[in-house]
């Protein structure tokens, strides 16, 4: 193994995660299968839900989002995301085996049997089917909609190079969700929303993805960071400038005001700085950038809080 991709392989967890230091040695493989030991890939989940409810708050003129939607959804994203992950892994097992980042995850690694593994993800999938049951009819038969995305998302990096582009589909679906909690139906403001999380996932997935460029080329997966080769900067920046714009866009639609833009603009100022810095030759650095869009993803949130509550005012 290399020193640069031990390093990435180390950085790929957060040890000093609450799951990672106190589980029993026995559901340590568990927590890694479920990647509660990396946390970002739930909190990403969780913005375009949180986002969601905070337009929906503005448009109903709300001082803030429902606290127990926004509790639901937390729950919802670590559970789903688990489960996801889980499945993923299940179908990536034998790819999983031939790439230097991922060849120690708990089922090429023999720590979990795949029908075991199966097991757990039925359970993590009845904690979240508990989570959706707790919202209205029409939030519930959306939130089983994207079931089918979630799905095949592991299959597309067999057949298209455009797997990132589902994991948009997939990965944005809460900004559907928060605001079908709150009315029951949707409309143009989440749509908009929700086309600009999938451009916002594009881009920070395909940063995420340049970790495995060299194993991927050898072994034939494919994504947008191999597609886009030489031409990354100018596709990222592409796809966070499209997303902060449709973001922006819909704020606009239920009537934002100056906190709501000045949360817009130091989402896309993050996200500019994501382009410039974003290296096809440095992995870690790619780690670094890919779960920085936490803090790019809060920044909005609050910008979308404070309209909320200073509208209501």
Known sequence: MSATGASARLLDSAPGTLAGRFAPVWARPYVRLARLDRPIGWKLLLLPCWWSAALAAIAAENPWPNPYHILLFLVGAIAMRGAGSTWNDFLDRDIDAKVERTRARPLPAGEVRPRSALLFMGVLSLLGAAVLASFNAFSIGLGLASLAIVAIYPLMKRITFWPQAVLGLAFSWGALMGWAALFGSLDWPPLLLYAGAIA???????????????????????????????????????????????????????????????????????????????DSADPEKALMLFRSNWTAGLILFAGLLADAFVASA
């Open 200 to 278: 916002w996932t594009i881009a920070y997935d395909t940063i995420y993805a340049l970790q495995d460029l060299r194993d991927d080329s050898i072994i034939g997966v494919r994504s947008t960071a191999r597609l886009f080769g030489g031409r990354m900067r100018l596709a990222v920046g592409s796809f966070q400038a499209l997303a902060a714009l449709l973001v922006t866009l819909s704020l606009m639609l239920v009537g934002g005001n100056i906190f709501g833009y000045l949360g817009c603009a130091g989402f896309a100022a993050h996200l500019a700085w994501q382009t410039t810095s974003v």
